[in-house]
């Protein structure tokens, strides 16, 4: 799976929030994993997503102030 492709529904849906243990919708354009219960996002490396605590990030994304990195 790139970060563009859809991921199969039978396995979105067998596909749960290490944090939260709640479901994961996918963001192709993003190209990641996010809980919406947990504020949570989950990268994809080399198309295989990477569902451990210590690889999520905060989601959503802070938004970038005029002249400040986020």
């Not at 949570?40 to 802070?62: H, I, N, S």
């Amino acid at each position: 799976m790139t970060g563009t492709q859809q991921p199969d529904p039978t396995m979105l849906a067998l596909l749960l929030c290490p944090v939260s243990r709640g479901p994961l919708t996918f963001l192709p354009q993003e190209g990641v994993f996010v809980s919406v219960h947990a504020g949570l996002a989950y990268p994809l490396k080399e198309g295989v997503p990477v569902l451990l605590a210590e690889a999520a990030m905060p989601w959503p994304p802070a938004r970038q102030e005029a002249g400040r990195p986020a």
